[in-house]
């Protein structure tokens, strides 16, 4: 693995983000993770929901990255508790179902690059949870 953690995570999920079966696979692992998350989606819209996801962990990524927060603090103001009302204790449901579905996709996944991607996500990921 050579560049900054931020990089390497980049990488990693432009690897992930050639096939669209990825976010297929989060969304079901994720969904598998709990009946009241699976309950959340039921009236959504998967294959646009799929397209927002790829762009939502592109922000938090870039975030990483030193870009500004403006996106994701909007994604916070969606998510909290007078928007989609997500309790904190899901966030890291969702980052263990997104683990899961790197360590499927990306050929080159390893024990360390799994520490990467959560060290490096950890910041965005607070920054959403935290506008509860
Ligand atoms: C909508 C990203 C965590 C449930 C969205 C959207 C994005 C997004 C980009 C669409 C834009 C918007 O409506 O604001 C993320 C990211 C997360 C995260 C990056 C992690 C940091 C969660 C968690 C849940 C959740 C833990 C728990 C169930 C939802 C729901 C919607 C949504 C219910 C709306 C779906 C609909 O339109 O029917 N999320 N999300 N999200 N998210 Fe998240």
Not at 36 to 45: N, Q
Not at 72 to 82: A, D, P, T, V, Y
């Amino acid at each position: 693995m050579v560049g900054t953690p931020a990089d390497i995570v980049f990488q990693s999920y432009g690897r992930c983000c050639k096939s669209e079966q990825f976010f297929v696979d989060f969304y079901d692992y994720f969904m598998a993770s709990s009946p009241a998350i699976k309950d959340r989606f039921r009236v959504t819209d998967m294959s646009q929901q799929r397209h927002l996801l790829r762009n939502g962990i592109m922000q938090l990524v870039l975030y990483a990255r030193g870009m500004s927060d403006r996106k994701l603090r909007s994604l916070g103001e969606s998510h909290n508790r007078s928007g989609y009302n997500i309790p904190s204790e899901w966030y890291s449901l969702w980052l263990d179902s997104l683990m899961k579905t790197v360590s499927k996709h990306d050929p080159e996944y390893s024990r360390a690059l799994d520490t990467c991607w959560r060290d490096v996500l950890t910041p965005g990921i607070d920054l959403i949870r935290d506008a509860y």
